[in-house]
C-alpha cells in the first residue's frame, strides 16, 4: 500500500506543479537561449532514472507523452538534452525476502533492450564511454543500466558478472533494505558496513569495471567502500546531508573521502532530499494523515482505482509547501565547495515515487540547471563537467583499471562483446 501513497502524492504533483512552474518568459531571454544552447552541445549524463520499472509493470510505452503520468519520455528527454541516462534496474527489497531478485533484474534488462529495438533511431543501447559519445554524434539518447539494489545478485559473483556482460555498468550496493554483505543508510545496521563477502564484491566490481554506486548505503558501509575501491565510486542519486538531514543524503566528511576517491556525487532532485523543510512537512504530514490512509486502505482493498483516487484527494487538501528548483543547485554549489568542482554531477531519480521541486516537471526541464548554473556565475567549462563530463572522467578511469578491456555493445544494439 506504500506504492498506492506514491503514486497518489505523485498524481498530486503532476496536477499542481503546472500551475507553478517557472515561466519561460519569465526568464532573461538571451541566458535562457544560451543555456539551452549550452546543455544540447554538451554530454549531459542522468545518473539515476525509475522510469524502467512502469516500462515493464505498466507496459509503459517510452516513446509516448508522459506529461501528468509519469516524468519521462523519449521526446521530454531529448527535449531537455538528456545525452545518457541510466535506466534503473530496481529490485525491491522484497525480492531479498521471496525470492527472485535475479529474474526482477533480468526483465527489468530486458525491457531496456526492448525499448532500444523499438526505437533506434532514438536510443542506442551503450555500455562505454566510448558508446556514449558515439550515441551523442549519432543524435542518439545512450541508453545505459545500473542495478539498484545488491540483493539481485542473490550473493553471487556470477551473476555479477552475468549482469556486467549483460550491460549493467553500475550497482548500487544496497537500496533502502540492508542485504547480507551490506548495510543501507534506511537499513538495519547489523553489519558494521561491509562484511567480507561485500569487500569481494568491491573488489570484482573494480575488476570487471563496474562502477560501484554508494547511493542508498549507510555512513559505515560507504567508508568501507572509500577503503577497499581501488577505482573511484558514484553516488548515483544523492544529495547532501547539510540541507537536509536525511539518512540518504552524503555528509561533510563523506564527501571529502569521495573527493579523495577521484569520485563523483550526482545530484537528486527529491524535495526531502534537497530541502530540510519539505522532508519535516512530509513526516509531520504522513503521521497526521495515517488513519485516515489506513482507513482508505482497508475500505479500497479491492478497488485499486478508487483507492488512488481518495488517496490523491485526500493528499490535496493537505498541501505542504515545495522548494524551487533552484536548490538543487544549492546542493551543486555546496558540493563545489566542499569536494570541488570534479566532483558533483546529476542524477534526477525522475519517476522513483519522488515530489519534483518548483519548475522541474520532467526531463525537458533539464535546461533550467545550466540556466541557474550560468546566473550563479559558473563557467561553460565547469557547467560541462557538472552535466557529465566528471562522470565521463569517473567512467573512463573505471574502465582503464578493469582486468576485462573489450566491453562494447555492437552497433545495433543488441550483442554484448565482451572479452577477458
Not at 535475479?102 to 551503450?126: F, G, H, Q, W
Not at 495515517?290 to 488512488?308: H, I, R, S, V
Request: aromatic share 8%; hydrophobic share 40%.
Amino acid at each position: 500500500m506504500k506504492k498506492m501513497r506514491f503514486i497518489a502524492l505523485l498524481l498530486i504533483f503532476a496536477i499542481s506543479t503546472n500551475a507553478y512552474a517557472v515561466s519561460v518568459k519569465d526568464l532573461d531571454q538571451k541566458l535562457w537561449s544560451k543555456a539551452k544552447q549550452l546543455t544540447y552541445d554538451s554530454i549531459l549524463v542522468d545518473g539515476h532514472n525509475d522510469i524502467t520499472t512502469p516500462m515493464y509493470d505498466a507496459d509503459y510505452d517510452i516513446g509516448l507523452p508522459s506529461a501528468g503520468k509519469y516524468h519521462t519520455d523519449l521526446f521530454r528527454m531529448k527535449e531537455g538534452g538528456i545525452s545518457a541516462e541510466f535506466f534503473s534496474i530496481y529490485v525491491s527489497g522484497d525480492y531479498a525476502k521471496t525470492g527472485g531478485s535475479a529474474r526482477r533484474a533480468m526483465d527489468l534488462i530486458d525491457t531496456v533492450y526492448r525499448a532500444c529495438e523499438k526505437y533506434p533511431n532514438k536510443m542506442m543501447l551503450s555500455a562505454s564511454v566510448d558508446d556514449i559519445r558515439r550515441a551523442k554524434k549519432q543524435g542518439k539518447i545512450a541508453a545505459l543500466m545500473g542495478i539498484e539494489g545488491g540483493h539481485a545478485i542473490e550473493d553471487s559473483l556470477q551473476a555479477l558478472r552475468l549482469f556486467y556482460r549483460m550491460g549493467v555498468r553500475y550497482m548500487t550496493l544496497t537500496h533502502n533494505n540492508t542485504n547480507s554483505w551490506a548495510d543501507a543508510a534506511r537499513g538495519e545496521k547489523k553489519h558494521g558496513g561491509l562484511t567480507k563477502f561485500g569487500e569481494e564484491v568491491v573488489r570484482e566490481m573494480n575488476r570487471i569495471g563496474m562502477l560501484i554506486d554508494v547511493s542508498h548505503v549507510s555512513d559505515d558501509t560507504m567508508n568501507d567502500v572509500f577503503d577497499v575501491s581501488t577505482a573511484p565510486v558514484i553516488a548515483s542519486h544523492s544529495s547532501c546531508f547539510h540541507f537536509s538531514a536525511h539518512p540518504r543524503n552524503v555528509n561533510d566528511d563523506l564527501l571529502r573521502r569521495l573527493k579523495k576517491n577521484g569520485g563523483v556525487i550526482m545530484i537528486n532532485f527529491y524535495n526531502a532530499f534537497i530541502d530540510q523543510s519539505y522532508w519535516d512537512a512530509s513526516r509531520e504530514r504522513d503521521g497526521k494523515l495515517k488513519p485516515q490512509l489506513d482507513a482508505l486502505e482497508t475500505k479500497y482493498k479491492d478497488n485499486p482505482q478508487k483507492l488512488q483516487e481518495e488517496s490523491a484527494k485526500l493528499y490535496a487538501a493537505n498541501p505542504i509547501e515545495i522548494p524551487n528548483f533552484t536548490k538543487i543547485v544549492d546542493h551543486i554549489d555546496y558540493v563545489v565547495k566542499v569536494a570541488g568542482i570534479d566532483h558533483v554531477g546529476i542524477g534526477s531519480d525522475f519517476d522513483g515515487g519522488i515530489t519534483l521541486p518548483l519548475g522541474i516537471d520532467g526531463a525537458d526541464d533539464m535546461p533550467l540547471i545550466t540556466y541557474e548554473l550560468m546566473k550563479r556565475g559558473y563557467t561553460e567549462k565547469d557547467i560541462r563537467k557538472v552535466l557529465g563530463d566528471n562522470f565521463l572522467r569517473v567512467f573512463t578511469e573505471v574502465e582503464k583499471r578493469a582486468d576485462i578491456k573489450s566491453r562494447k555493445i555492437s552497433g545495433d544494439g543488441s550483442l554484448m562483446k565482451i572479452g577477458g
